[in-house]
């Protein structure tokens, strides 16, 4: 499985962005996509994931209210629209797939990052 994000890039504080992930290289409809991401110095976090049908959705509780999660099934897409961006949402963003979530997401497989820099 492949995973494309992108998306990223240099905001302002309080600006919105979106970012997607693509999947391909698979024959089916995982159950689980999300997003971690990980700032400088810091490990690598949860940020959302959502259920194949999108019936449930997780946050980070840094990031509720904040950002929503999305998917489109039939292009094997995951979004992620970040409204209200802070300095310290500034990390590499990393998509995710499959997997499951009990507490906290244990995805399958990873993407590469894109960055989202948000200066204040």
């Known amino acids: 499985v492949q995973l494309q994000a992108s998306g990223g890039g240099l905001v302002q504080a309080g600006s919105s962005l979106t970012l997607s992930c693509t999947a391909s290289g698979r024959s089916f409809t995982s159950n689980f996509m999300g997003w971690f991401r990980q700032a400088p110095g810091k490990e690598r976090e949860f940020v959302s994931c959502i259920t194949l049908t999108g019936s449930r959705t997780y946050y980070a509780d840094s990031v509720k209210g904040r950002f929503t999660i999305s998917r489109d099934n039939a292009k094997d897409m995951v979004f992620l629209q970040m409204n209200s961006l802070k300095p310290e949402d500034t990390a590499v963003y990393y998509c995710?797939?499959?997997?499951?979530?009990?507490?906290?997401?244990?995805?399958?497989?990873w993407g590469k990052g894109t960055q989202v820099t948000v200066s204040s």
């Open positions: 995710a797939d499959d997997g499951y979530y009990s507490g906290n997401y244990y995805p399958d497989h």
